[in-house]
């Protein structure tokens, strides 16, 4: 019902700025405003996945999954987009077919997804989202890896095993309160990534998290590379 109810108004409510940015999108270059890609849902069942377009063209062939702060592939109005996370705005119709949820692990495609552990594979009991405690914790995924020369590898590496551990302590403290907590942080994170940053940091420890999880919400230490759950050995190749 939050979920039908919450995407339902979001839609009406954001419709007339989802259109304004559709237009200026193809205004671009007159090609497709919207972007479909294939992810893996809810029992690894494939899904369309609409996102405004913040790419150029054919800028998903080159097998690169993370995007970095600077990548020459994202547009002038990508940019603009991506920064207060409009492009993900087209994904409360995938809510509303019930492909998404408004809280959940963000969707991965299909080659990402081959990489799990076993104990990462407990994530596809979950609906993905359109924001969870990890979305709001790596909420700066292109600055955290700008520079890198692997994006993927280091996403593997650094970012990974700690977005996959924050879904699987959702997965064991999911609770209605839980999500309406997420659902205002995102709403922060928009204006203040730091605060939001604290307001998970005290859900995590109001739901039980260890204190190694919380460290890495609050981001005030560098990322070291670390064995995703459920594995001994770091990633060494993507």
Same mark, same amino acid.
């Given at each position: ?101 408004? &809280? ?9 997804? /081959?990489?799990? *552990? %076993?104990?990462? $594979? @407990?994530?596809?009991? =979950? ?72 307001? &998970? ?9 260890? /204190?190694?999880? *919380? %460290?890495?919400? $609050? @981001?005030?230490?560098? =990322? ?15």
């Amino acid at each position: 019902m939050l979920d039908i109810f919450g995407a339902g108004m979001a839609l009406i409510l954001l419709g007339p700025l989802i259109l304004a940015a559709m237009f200026f999108i193809w205004l671009q270059d007159r090609q497709s405003p919207l972007y479909c890609g294939r992810r893996v849902g809810r029992s690894g069942a494939e899904f369309v996945c609409y996102k405004l377009r913040s790419m150029r063209v054919g800028a998903d062939r080159n097998a690169v999954d993370t995007t970095v702060s600077g990548d020459p592939r994202i547009t002038p109005l990508g940019h603009v987009l991506r920064r207060y996370k409009l492009d993900e705005l087209p994904q409360f119709w995938n809510v509303l077919k019930g492909d998404m949820s408004l &809280v959940g692990p963000r969707p991965n495609v299909a080659r990402e997804v /081959a990489l799990y *552990t %076993a104990e990462e $594979r @407990r994530m596809l009991a =979950l609906r993905p989202g359109i924001t969870d405690f990890s979305s709001i914790v790596f909420g700066d995924l292109g600055e955290v890896l700008a520079g890198s020369t692997d994006p993927n590898l280091d996403y593997n590496q650094l970012v990974r095993p700690w977005k996959s551990r924050l879904v699987l302590h959702y997965l064991d403290h999911q609770s209605l309160g839980v999500d309406v907590s997420l659902l205002g942080l995102t709403a922060i994170a928009i204006f203040s990534g730091q605060t939001a940053r604290r307001g &998970v940091t005290w859900l995590l420890e109001a739901t039980g998290a260890t /204190a190694e999880l *919380t %460290a890495i919400s $609050r @981001r005030t230490a560098p =990322l070291k590379p670390t064995p995703p759950p459920g594995a001994d050995a770091i990633v060494t190749s993507r």
